[in-house]
């Protein structure tokens, strides 16, 4: 798992998730969108054989004491479907009640998504272009390891 940490500019969560939705859709990419607001999480998935592979999942969100900075985190998630909507339902409100990093808690670190569809690189440059050109900037990056992995 990966996190950049950018200066906000006038960027949002919901609209840096909404600028990623509408570049990948035309790319014959399926993307859901999930919460609004100070935390979003958006998923970028492509259905083989008729199901969904494990998604490609954006976690944006302003850090809890405020809005001068917008962590994206991007890892890999099985794709959220109605019989998991309780649980994302449930973790957005502890996200939206208590702090948006909460939603980082449904990523994993991306192991399946590099078969060649889609290089992490070419989302992490699109995610910059819309946070310049937003008056954002890059600050820091940081890779993500789960305390039980």
Same mark, same amino acid.
């Given at each position: ?32 969108? $999930? ?27 302003? %850090? %809890? ?31 939206? $009640? ?7 808690? $449904? ?15 070419? $989302? ?22 789960? %305390?039980?992995?």
């Amino acid at each position: 798992m990966e996190q950049r940490i950018y200066n906000t500019g006038s960027a949002t969560p919901d609209g840096l998730a909404d600028f990623v939705g509408q570049n990948y859709h035309h790319r014959r990419w399926v993307t859901q969108k $999930l919460g609004a607001g100070r935390s979003v999480m958006l998923q970028l998935g492509r259905e083989r054989h008729h199901q969904l592979e494990p998604a490609v999942s954006l976690a944006i969100a302003y %850090p %809890p004491d405020g809005e001068q900075t917008i962590a994206v985190t991007m890892g890999e998630q099985n794709w959220v479907n109605a019989n998991m909507a309780e649980q994302a339902a449930m973790t957005a409100a502890v996200g939206v $009640l208590f702090t948006p990093w909460a939603l980082f808690g $449904l990523l994993h670190p991306m192991r399946q998504v590099l078969r060649g569809d889609m290089v992490p690189g070419e $989302l992490w440059n699109l995610i910059d272009t819309y946070m310049v050109s937003q008056g954002g900037s890059f600050l820091q990056q940081q890779d993500l390891t789960h %305390p039980h992995m």
